[in-house]
């Protein structure tokens, strides 16, 4: 059961001295306290209080979620350097083997002219 901060004392002497006996003064200050809590209770459960978002759980969010950011940033950048590297690596093995049919090619029709030509 909820419960608010309530000087039930202080309302009891209020009550006294607007003229009410002890035992009727005492009567109201318990009923008070019951329809208080009640009513906390009442709109505890309707609005689902327990589940209110503050600011200070929108901030802790926050910064939660900017750090993953950061996070995915950092790695996203990391992958990109090694894609770059493998595509350096791939196009240094391309122009190697282009060199090298090219030579090859060069070298074949040289030997084919030769050969044409009867002087291999």
Do not use: C
Not at 12 to 39: F, M, N, W
Not at 50 to 67: C, G, Y
């Amino acid at each position: 059961m909820a419960t608010l901060t309530f000087d039930t004392h202080e309302f009891v002497t209020e009550l006294k001295q607007a003229g009410l006996t002890e035992p009727q003064a005492v009567a109201i200050t318990r009923l008070h306290q019951q329809a208080t809590s009640a009513l906390v209770d009442y709109v505890k459960h309707e609005h689902n209080l327990d589940n209110v978002v503050t600011n200070k759980d929108l901030d802790a969010r926050i910064k939660e979620t900017e750090l993953k950011i950061e996070l995915v940033r950092s790695e996203l950048k990391r992958d990109i350097e090694m894609v770059r590297r493998e595509i350096q690596e791939t196009k240094a093995d391309l122009i190697r083997w282009v060199v090298g049919v090219g030579l090859l090619q060069i070298t074949i029709i040289t030997a084919l002219l030769l050969r044409l030509t009867g002087k291999f």
